[in-house]
């Protein structure tokens, strides 16, 4: 390529030897019929070479955007490059909602679905879970709808099925959330009351830097129409301004916060739209403990709280409820996910990984496909039970290997 193209964080440099950017789907469909190999890039918020190739890449960015909307089926289509933060005020604007979403609103929905990218609640599965119909150009530069006994197997894909050109999304009615902080929540209560706190609102997000016993934040997303939370959480006590994850950090860019209530897509994310990061100075990583574990993971992380905390810059803890969709980390299992926004030093940081992975893995953690893991790939696909009846589709759908890459042959050989 004469232009060097990196991820957001700038950790991954794509070797491939060409980038395509097709404006229709024709172009788009020439283009995977003509590669040898080729990946699919969406808006690069991955940490890992899990869209890498020496070959080509497409970006789906500049194909026509598509949101149409079914009310009557309360569904929606959708083009697979458009950005959460622009479908979600259209859907609000015509009284429909998303169950969910991350906690930033800049990432496409085509790479946030095949990598299983979630946000938090009891109740709330991965943002995969609101798939209903698949469209994507296949190895032989057709046109695919995929839909009813496969697609489980079809929505969290890793990019191995093909180049998704459209997803149709399944929609609820709008509502309103009111985010509010606690600050301090002693370690104690946690333990105690562990199903309470992350059953307290519709969203529940724990915050801590592994620099001391309590967890540093909570932040609750609340339905508007529920009864105000109470003034204290197990100990933990209301900030009394508004809060960055990272406490040392402003809060200009983060959504509003102090009991203020506000559409859906202005609350369930933790971030601003009209923030738009241009580079994340951070490395990531991530792993879906099953949720009878979590206390069990948080001791086993305490023990190595002193070699985490000086490379960390903050770690959230979020609970998600268990999916079918076979490749997904949150598969047949409730989960509770321990995430971890790392400083921008490899070398720093990777012993740092293995020293959790150490500690988790033998808890039945699954890493987030698209965040930096170094977990052995046989007990990475130890943990999916259904992989064999992926493997046996994506041949079926790519029997040269045409979508194929270095990532995928380490942990999802055909």
């Known amino acids: 390529m004469s232009t060097e193209v990196t991820n957001w964080a700038g950790n991954v440099v794509f070797g491939a030897a060409r980038l395509h950017r097709p404006t229709t789907v024709d172009e788009l469909r020439a283009a995977v019929a003509g590669a040898r190999r080729v990946r699919a890039l969406g808006t690069g918020h991955s940490f890992n070479r899990i869209a890498d190739t020496p070959y080509d890449l497409v970006a789906t960015t500049r194909l026509p955007r598509v949101m149409d909307l079914d ?26 909602a998303l169950p ?6 800049h990432i496409s929905i085509a790479g946030a679905v095949a990598t299983g990218t979630h946000g938090s609640g009891d109740r709330n599965g991965n943002l995969a879970t609101a798939v209903s119909g698949i469209e994507l150009v296949t190895a032989d530069g057709e046109l695919t709808t995929i839909g009813g006994d496969v697609l489980p197997g079809s929505v969290v894909s890793l990019g191995a099925l093909g180049v998704v050109t459209a997803l149709t999304l399944d929609l609820v009615p ?6 509010r902080v606690y600050e301090d929540l002693p370690r104690a209560s946690l333990e105690e009351h562990f199903e309470e706190v992350f059953g307290a609102a519709y969203s529940v997000s724990l915050f801590t830097r592994w620099r001391g016993p309590d967890v540093e934040q909570v ?4 339905h508007a129409d529920e009864p105000a939370p ?31 209530p506000g559409p859906w897509h202005e609350r369930l994310p933790h971030f601003r739209l009209d923030f738009t990061p241009s ?3 951070e490395l990531q990583s991530e792993y879906f403990v099953p949720r009878e574990r979590a206390l069990e993971a948080f001791a086993a992380l305490d023990g190595i709280a002193a070699r985490i905390a000086p490379v960390l810059l903050v770690s959230e803890i979020r609970s998600i409820a268990a999916d079918r969709l076979w490749l997904s980390p949150a598969y047949g299992r409730d989960s509770i ?6 400083i921008a030093d490899d070398a720093a940081v990777a012993p740092v990984v293995a020293a959790v992975e150490d500690r988790l893995v033998p808890l039945g953690a699954r890493p987030h496909w698209g965040k930096l893991f170094g977990v052995d790939p046989a007990a990475v696909r130890a943990q999916y039970p259904r992989l064999p009846h992926f493997t046996d589709l994506a041949t079926r759908l790519d029997p040269d290997g045409r979508f194929r890459n270095a990532f995928l042959d380490r942990y999802l050989p055909a």
């Open 174 to 179: 709008t509502f309103d959330i009111r985010q």
């Open 230 to 260: 109470p003034a204290e959480l197990f100990g933990a006590r209301p900030a009394d301004g508004p809060r960055h994850p990272i406490v040392t950090m402003s809060p200009v860019n983060c959504t509003e916060q102090l009991g203020e």
């Open 100 to 105: 969910n979403l991350g906690s930033l609103p």
């Open 337 to 342: 996910a321990f995430h971890f926004t790392w």
């Open 71 to 96: 009310s009557a089926r309360a569904t929606v289509r959708v083009s697979a490059g458009t950005r959460y933060g622009e479908l979600a005020p259209h859907l609000h604007k015509h009284g429909f």
């Open 279 to 281: 580079a994340g100075d």
């Open 219 to 222: 932040w609750v997303k609340q």
